[in-house]
């Protein structure tokens, strides 16, 4: 009697524990599956906000769109050049994570409005005011660059920001080119932002351009503090004009490159989540 009893207890037993496992097995599908929603979600979300190959064009004529910058003046060709340096910058690792960009357009002339500093985390336009020009880059357009010691020439391409200082000038800032032969001379000649009493309107209505520099991207007396501490410590400067030999030459200008580092490793759309909503 006992040892029957003992196997049906052991019986029992079995039973208790096969249907414990039966219940957990038969709810575990279900998280599995709310699990793998949420996750395959989330990985889409995240897939929608990283810049690779495939949505790198329309990404950037999104942003172009969405910030109104044809208003501005800004051509859409100049930006998305803008746009390819600021990423090829960042895949190096070279700034900081402000999300700005400030591009020169020296296709314009002095008496246009054409530095621009733009916000890509916000989405917008933080600066939008006058600039000058080295004097011997031109009159009132900007038409000969040099990287050369003593030129007095601006200089093309893109740039880094440094650290703020207050010399001759007044409160300026320091800059460091970034690309050999066009503007790695930046620092050397000392070619700094800094504000003019020659880069007004005032001085347009007066003169019919804007005054000239040493080569140094003068800016208004009354915003010029403003922008630099803004754009101080390792954000972007794209000085911009339509030379062949720079354009084809510039490495961060070179399309290709930067997408098959993108394939590798995609990076953060610039005003993600934001810039895709409607």
Same mark, same amino acid.
């Given at each position: 009697?006992p040892?029957?009893l003992?196997i049906?207890?052991?019986?029992?037993?079995?039973?208790?524990?096969?249907?414990?496992?039966?219940?957990?097995?038969?709810?575990?599908?279900?998280l599995?599956?709310?699990?793998a929603?949420?996750?395959?979600?989330? /990985?889409?979300g995240?897939?929608?906000?990283l810049l690779?190959?495939?949505?790198?064009?329309e990404?950037?004529?999104?942003? #172009?769109?969405?910030?109104? /910058?044809?208003?501005?003046g800004?051509?859409?060709?100049?930006?998305?050049l803008?746009?390819v340096? #600021?990423?090829?910058?960042e895949?190096?690792g070279?700034?900081?994570?402000?999300?700005?960009?400030?591009?020169?357009?020296?296709?314009?002339?002095?008496t246009?409005?054409?530095?621009?500093?733009i916000?890509?985390?916000?989405?917008?336009?933080k #600066?939008?005011? #006058?600039?000058?020009?080295?004097?011997?880059?031109g009159?009132?357009?900007a038409?000969?660059? =040099?990287?050369?010691p003593?030129?007095? *020439?601006?200089?093309?391409?893109f740039?880094?920001?440094?650290?703020?200082?207050?010399?001759?000038k007044?409160?300026?800032?320091? /800059?460091?080119?970034?690309e050999k032969?066009?503007?790695?001379?930046?620092?050397?000649?000392?070619?700094?932002m800094?504000?003019?009493?020659?880069?007004t309107?005032?001085?347009?209505?007066?003169?019919g351009?804007l005054?000239?520099?040493?080569g140094?991207?003068?800016?208004?007396?009354?915003?010029?503090?403003?922008?630099?501490?803004?754009?101080?410590?390792?954000?972007?400067?794209f000085?911009?004009?339509?030379?062949e030999?720079y354009?084809?030459? =510039?490495?961060?200008?070179?399309v290709e490159?930067l997408? *098959?580092?993108?394939d590798? *490793?995609?990076?953060?759309?610039?005003?993600?989540p =934001?810039?895709r909503q =409607?």
């Amino acid at each position: 009697m006992p040892k029957t009893l003992l196997i049906v207890l052991f019986a029992l037993a079995l039973f208790a524990l096969s249907n414990a496992h039966i219940i957990a097995v038969d709810k575990s599908p279900g998280l599995a599956i709310a699990k793998a929603v949420t996750t395959n979600a989330a /990985l889409a979300g995240d897939r929608d906000n990283l810049l690779n190959r495939l949505n790198f064009e329309e990404s950037i004529r999104l942003l #172009y769109d969405k910030m109104g /910058l044809s208003v501005y003046g800004l051509p859409f060709n100049v930006f998305r050049l803008g746009m390819v340096g #600021y990423y090829s910058l960042e895949k190096e690792g070279v700034l900081n994570d402000k999300g700005l960009i400030t591009i020169i357009d020296f296709s314009k002339p002095s008496t246009e409005k054409r530095f621009y500093t733009i916000d890509l985390k916000k989405l917008a336009v933080k #600066y939008h005011t #006058y600039v000058a020009h080295g004097r011997n880059t031109g009159e009132n357009r900007a038409t000969a660059f =040099s990287n050369i010691p003593h030129s007095n *020439q601006s200089s093309l391409g893109f740039y880094v920001t440094g650290e703020t200082y207050v010399g001759s000038k007044g409160y300026s800032l320091r /800059l460091d080119g970034m690309e050999k032969s066009f503007n790695d001379n930046i620092r050397s000649r000392a070619v700094v932002m800094h504000a003019a009493d020659y880069a007004t309107e005032s001085w347009i209505n007066r003169y019919g351009r804007l005054g000239r520099s040493q080569g140094c991207p003068a800016l208004p007396p009354k915003i010029s503090r403003e922008v630099i501490d803004s754009i101080k410590n390792k954000s972007a400067i794209f000085t911009y004009y339509p030379d062949e030999g720079y354009l084809k030459a =510039s490495r961060y200008l070179n399309v290709e490159n930067l997408l *098959q580092k993108l394939d590798e *490793q995609p990076v953060q759309l610039a005003g993600a989540p =934001s810039l895709r909503q =409607s």
